[in-house]
Every structure is written in C-alpha cells, then in structure tokens.
C-alpha cells in the first residue's frame, strides 16, 4: 500500500535554532497537511497546501508542497519550548481517493 | 478548541465491558471519522460517515461499531474489547470528503 515516509524521527534542538522536517513517498499526492500533536491531545491542524510549489506560512511556520508532489516539507524558525511536540504529515493521494495517509511522526524536543 | 469535542478523555474498561465513545462537532461539517491511534505507528482510518450515511469501514472488527444519527454526531460503540485495541481514539471531520480533517482530543481507552 501507499506509505508516507518522515524524517527525521525526533529531534533535539536548542531554543532559538530552526527546525526541518519532511514526508516523502513513492505516488503523487494532491494535498498535504501538516498537523502538530501535544501529549494527550489531538492533531492540529497547521498548513494545508494544494498546488505542486505551493510555499504557506503560519507565524513561524513554513511547510511546502514538493515540485515532484511526492514530498513536503515543513520548517520551524527560531524554535520556542512550546515547539515541543509530535509533528505529522499527511498526504491525500492523486489516485482519486479522499482518504488520508499519514506519516509516523516526528518528535521534537527544545531545550531551553 | 477545534470545534471537535470527544468524550470521555480517558476510558478503562474490562474486556467483557461495553461502552461508547461519543464525538460531537460544531463546525458543520458533512464528513465524520474514526481514527485509531497506537504508539508508533500511522493513524489507522477506521470508520467514515459522509451525510451521515457510512461510506468506509476499514476493516475493522465487529466489536467495534459505529453510529451517526446526524451529521454532528459520532459514537463508537465497543464491546468485547480485547487488551491490544487500547489506544487514542480521535475523532475528525471535514467540510467534504477529502479535504482537511480538523481532530477532537480523543479518548485515551485502556483495556484490561
């Protein structure tokens, strides 16, 4: 089946430094979203992008639609301890299903 | 707040126990799901209601059941349960089939 792939896993940064991470697969995705998860709560939603190159922002946070539209890519500058959390991406696939794959996650943890 | 409530937040039960799981959302939305969450793997989609009307049922066992009565409401009902089924449980809805899922905080369920 159709599988997203996200890197890194987790991170350990220092307060301030930037953060990137991405969801890459083999197939062509129409959509992308990025969702932040904290302990004990659900995703939210982050970035949502449609269009191949698509570039969006949300304050400190700038995700992109790949070229290819197998990947995107999401990154947080000068990171904040509240940046801590569970990152995921999730990719509606071009094959004409409405359904959602989602990535494994990546872990962030900021040290002050 | 994401406009998608879930009750209860956290739920043990034995596994000759049955309970229910409910989900309301104010964001009138036509499109409802149930997500299965376990520790280090994708959300697994489990059930879909579009117009109320259920649209996906990823094969899940029967001792899991779901019920819309109206596009604003959710509930998984379970019985049966066996220890591997504890995990988050989220709800999400979308405008449409498709497009961007906003999440409730989902119900943490414990079975022993």
């Known amino acids: 089946g159709q599988q997203l792939n996200q890197s890194p896993q987790s991170m350990f940064i220092q307060e301030g430094e930037d953060v990137s991470m991405n969801c890459t697969s083999s197939s062509i995705f129409n959509t992308w979203l990025w969702y932040k998860q904290d302990p004990g709560e659900g995703p939210v939603l982050l970035i949502a992008?449609?269009?191949?190159?698509e570039l969006t922002s949300n304050g400190r946070l700038t995700a992109q639609f790949g070229i290819t539209r197998k990947d995107s890519f999401l990154n947080i500058s000068a990171s904040i301890p509240s940046d801590v959390g569970i990152y995921f991406c999730?990719?509606?696939?071009?094959?004409?299903?409405?359904?959602?794959?989602f990535g494994t996650g990546t872990r962030l943890k900021v040290l002050a | 707040e994401t406009g998608v409530t879930q009750t209860p937040r956290h739920l043990v039960m034995g596994m000759t126990n049955k309970k229910s799981l409910k989900c309301e959302q104010h964001l009138g939305h036509n499109a409802m799901y149930w997500y299965k969450q376990s520790a280090k793997k994708p959300l697994e989609l489990m059930f879909v209601y579009n117009f109320k009307e259920q649209t996906e049922n990823n094969s899940v066992p029967s001792r899991f059941s779901p019920e819309c009565p109206n596009s604003s409401h959710l509930f998984l009902h379970l019985h049966t349960l066996q220890p591997e089924d504890s995990a988050l449980y989220l709800c999400?809805?979308?405008?449409?089939?498709?497009?961007?899922?906003?999440f409730g905080s989902g119900t943490q369920l414990s079975v022993l």
């Open positions: 992008l449609y269009k191949a190159g």
């Open positions: 999730a990719g509606r696939p071009a094959s004409g299903t409405y359904k959602y794959i």
């Open positions: 999400a809805s979308s405008q449409e089939h498709g497009e961007k899922l906003f």
